[in-house]
């Protein structure tokens, strides 16, 4: 296909910031980038490193607020924007960030339409939604079966330790702890552990603010019940 105009939607509940130099640079192999937007809750402090990149990329943020619990709204948000741009412009390729495979049929829709699908997600992504993309591109270091393994009682065992009374832990202790056992972050694809943990599906996060001025925020987290 030849190179067109292009549309990147990035669910960025879903996506580290880190990654975005790497979809960029790749995406804008196929054309040139007409509509760029991120969605989410941006009131959240857990998307507060997003927040820098926007207006340096020139990132349209979309808001949308979780109103009701276990219901993701900019999931929906970002697939109504995509019909809507599918039908409205002379769009060519549409790149979808996002590891959720909530965004299966969306790929196969544009797809039947004859445009061009770039996917972009972390590993956990279901081969669903990358085989639903004319192509996909894994962020992040691609690690075996046998490395999650390992990863995952890694964290899991410095989660535990790490526990507060309330059931939570710091995740400035939950670091140490893995410090001083030779976890190495980098070998995971991350330069931050705060990075490393959001994309786990089987923990928890929270934020916190401390201390007298109540600006700053400290991440906690704790292991899902599943």
């Given amino acids: 296909m ?36 991120a969605y989410g809750d941006w009131t959240n402090p857990i998307l507060s490193s997003w927040q820098k990149l926007l207006s340096q990329n020139g990132i349209q943020p979309i808001q949308q607020f979780r109103l009701v619990s276990g219901k993701n709204a900019s999931d ?14 002379d769009i060519h390729t549409f790149g979808l960030v996002s590891s959720d495979s909530d965004f299966t049929s969306l790929a196969i829709r544009l797809k039947e339409d004859g ?50 009374k309330d059931g939570w832990a710091c995740l400035a202790m939950v670091g140490l702890y893995l410090k001083n056992n030779g976890f190495d972050l980098n070998s995971y694809g991350y330069k931050k552990l705060s990075d490393l943990i959001a994309a786990q599906y089987f923990i928890e996060i929270k934020y916190l603010t401390v201390g007298a001025d109540l600006v700053c925020k400290q991440m906690y987290v704790k292991l899902k019940n599943l």
């Fill in 76 to 89: 929906f948000a970002m697939l109504i924007d995509a019909m809507d741009i599918l039908y409205q412009t």
């Fill in 2 to 37: 030849l190179p067109g105009k292009i549309c990147l939607l990035i669910d960025a509940e879903n996506i580290s910031p880190y990654y975005l130099p790497d979809i960029i640079s790749d995406i804008k192999k196929h054309g040139t980038i007409c509509i760029l937007r």
């Fill in 115 to 164: 445009k061009q699908v770039l996917g972009y997600g972390e590993i956990k992504t279901s081969s669903a939604f990358t085989s639903a993309c004319s192509s996909f591109f894994y962020l992040g270091k691609e690690i075996g079966s046998k490395e999650k393994s390992i990863l995952m009682s890694e964290l899991i065992e410095a989660i535990r330790a790490s526990l507060q």
